[in-house]
């Protein structure tokens, strides 16, 4: 079987090396993808942007592609399973009424209220000065979110309600026209992951992201620093909770809604000093980084899930296999990330973390004069697998070690947090 993953991340570069680990996949091509795509055996790029959806089906008709795995947001806000499904492609990933479950955080909230799933209490505002009354009222801490997908810029998280008004007019200043106050709430986070066909709904195991850039984290927000999986803080109790309180009631409205949801629906959730789950936030995707924790440990062939789900067999599929022990995720960044950084530094030791068993993952990385050279905020994402969280630690970061690049940095305390569960 062919696959054509869409995207150009790690999460891709992830999806695309864990499908090739089946043995019913022989062909994976990635568009746009990234150097670790390009050098992939049985991968190659397509230069196709995300948004070519005529030029992407074009590719499968060509290239005879089984399967679209679709792994970034935009593309799937913007329609890419409507206009692939219309000419009868199989793509993993929710349609463009479905992916409002992340383009749209009002949406999203309303579903929450409407499926009784607990959140964070909020208000939408279209109007500043009306925004900036409330948040007098309420008090800080408080939360400030853009409304639309706003790659992981939108989300202020106000400690006094100066930093909340400021927020507010930093927003309207950026050109978004709806804003979400929220209520704060403290706690652990965790990614919860799961696989629908639209009728059934499946988690992945659970991980845990390492927003912050700082150690400690502190500074400001990222993309992902780093992940570990599975994340002891999300007990198989609390996986039970999660899976009737939140996942279940989800895809019950999604179809209610007349929403024909096939894909992953990710729960960004808190869970509060005594144990209680809330959703902080839903995607419609693979979580970046969380991806490179979670695909790595699979024991089930990714491809007999994703077709399930696409089919609307996943009730059908046997339970999902998972390897023992744990994973550790470590991203490489670009100096100066996530502000301004240079990209165009040539990267060496890839080969060298590769020979000590760990798996490197490329988010930014691009070929130029035969060299591998950086090309995103987030270069590599080193993944090491162990037989607990602590043995995953210590193999990843020696590995991280041997790579180098001009500028290069990363979080040296990724997973230690687990450690204390
Ligand atoms: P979001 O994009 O909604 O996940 O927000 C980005 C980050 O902001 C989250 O990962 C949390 O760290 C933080 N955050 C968002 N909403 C809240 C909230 N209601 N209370 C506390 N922290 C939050
Ligand atoms: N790791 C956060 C995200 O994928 O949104």
């Known amino acids: 079987m062919k696959v054509l993953v869409v995207g150009n991340g790690g999460r891709e570069h992830t999806i695309a090396w864990t499908l090739l680990k089946s043995p019913n996949v022989e062909t994976v ?15 190659f790029n397509l230069n196709l942007a995300v948004d070519d959806f005529q030029g992407i089906a074009q590719s499968v008709a060509e290239y005879n592609i089984s399967l679209v795995v679709v792994g970034p947001e935009i593309p799937l806000s913007l329609g890419i399973t409507d206009y692939l499904q219309e000419h009868n492609i199989a793509v993993f990933g929710p349609n463009k009424a479905g992916a409002q479950l992340e383009s749209s955080k009002s949406w999203a909230k309303e579903l929450m209220i409407q499926a009784r799933i607990p959140t964070a209490k909020s208000v939408t505002f279209n109007n500043g000065d009306l925004a900036k009354a409330h948040i007098e009222q309420e008090d800080a ?35 978004f026209t709806t804003l979400v106050v929220e209520e704060f709430l403290a706690g652990e986070e965790a990614s919860v992951l799961a696989i629908t066909d639209g009728e059934t709904i499946r988690p992945l195991i659970p991980s845990q992201d390492h927003k912050r850039v700082g150690e400690g984290d502190r500074g400001k927000n990222t993309g992902g620093m780093g992940t570990y999986a599975p994340a002891p803080i999300v007990t198989p109790e609390l996986m039970e909770q999660i899976q009737t309180e939140v996942l279940e009631p989800t895809i019950a409205v999604l179809k209610q809604r007349g929403i024909d949801y096939r894909g992953v629906v990710y729960a960004g959730l808190m869970i509060s000093p005594t144990g209680e789950p809330k959703v902080l936030e839903f995607n419609c995707r693979f979580g970046d980084p969380e991806t490179q924790v979670v695909l790595p440990l699979l024991d089930t062939p990714l491809d007999e899930l994703l077709i399930a789900c696409t089919q609307k067999q996943l009730a059908q599929q046997p339970p999902i296999k998972w390897k023992t022990g744990s994973a550790v995720c470590v991203v490489a ?33 691009a070929f130029k004069d035969n060299q591998l050279v950086t090309s995103g905020g987030r270069v590599l994402g080193i993944t090491a697998l162990g037989n607990n969280l602590k043995d995953a630690i210590a193999k990843v970061y020696p590995a991280v070690e041997s790579i180098s690049f001009e500028g290069m940095y990363y979080r040296r305390d990724i997973a230690h947090k687990a450690l204390n569960h």
């Open 29 to 43: 091509y990635c568009t746009p993808g990234n150097g670790g795509t390009a050098t992939m055996a049985n991968c």
């Open 141 to 175: 801490p408080i939360v400030v979110k853009a409304d639309t997908l706003a790659a992981g810029k939108g989300v202020i998280v106000a400690m006094t309600t100066e930093e909340a008004k400021a927020a507010v007019d930093s927003l309207l200043e950026q050109g």
């Open 333 to 365: 960044a670009s100096g100066g990330y996530p502000d301004a950084y240079e990209k165009g530094k040539v990267i060496s030791g890839i080969e060298s973390a590769t020979a000590q068993g760990a798996v490197v993952f490329h988010a930014g990385t």
